[in-house]
């Protein structure tokens, strides 16, 4: 991407899937704005003459080239850090689940406060919630040769940070490995 700011079209995220793309973009580039056709502010005022624009198309194989298959022996999600949401989401998939895998939930305390519920159903599948630190500065992540993961961002930071091998993968294919 370099300096040019993308714009993109036919997807509808919600703000969580905003902010993980925000983030693996400012992780993996120079990109510090972009727009999604009809959501961002400016591409819901302006007009964007896209005809002009050069176009990138990532296949079906590129993505599920970076679900391959590998072998893990942790798994990691909030990088960037849950939001109540998605602590919802993993309490969800949690419920009743025991983990067999290292998991570690990464929240600010004031999410992991508000939502101690949430906390709580998770913490008792034996994942943990670890706040007010990003999974690649966390000593934990370090102990590991390769980690799975929910998010671009985190594919981006974990080999060059933890020095571990990175997967990535759904937060529903996360609690998978984690409770396989």
């Given at each position: 991407m370099?300096?040019?700011i993308p714009i993109f079209?036919?997807?509808r995220p919600n703000r969580d899937q905003l902010k993980a793309l925000g983030a693996a973009m400012a992780a993996t580039g120079a990109v510090a704005l972009f727009h999604v056709d009809k959501i961002t502010p400016e591409a819901r005022v302006f007009s964007?003459?896209?005809d002009d624009l050069e176009r990138v198309t990532v296949s079906q194989d590129e993505v599920e080239a970076l679900f391959a298959e590998k072998?893990?022996?942790a798994v990691a999600v909030g990088c960037p850090h849950c939001s109540s949401n998605e602590l919802e989401e993993l309490a969800g998939l949690?419920?009743?689940k025991t983990t067999t895998k290292p998991f570690y939930i990464f929240a600010s305390a004031g999410v992991a406060e508000k939502n101690s519920d949430l906390v709580a159903v998770i913490e008792r599948s034996g994942a943990?919630?670890?706040?007010d630190t990003c999974m690649v500065v966390s000593p934990r992540m370090n102990e590991f040769d390769s980690i799975m993961v929910d998010s671009g961002k985190a594919l981006a930071y974990v080999p060059g940070m933890c020095g571990a091998l990175a997967r990535i993968g759904t937060r529903k294919?996360?609690?998978e490995v984690a409770t396989g």
């Open positions: 370099g300096n040019r079209e036919g997807i964007f003459k896209t072998e893990v022996e949690l419920k009743g943990r919630v670890i706040t294919e996360c609690v």
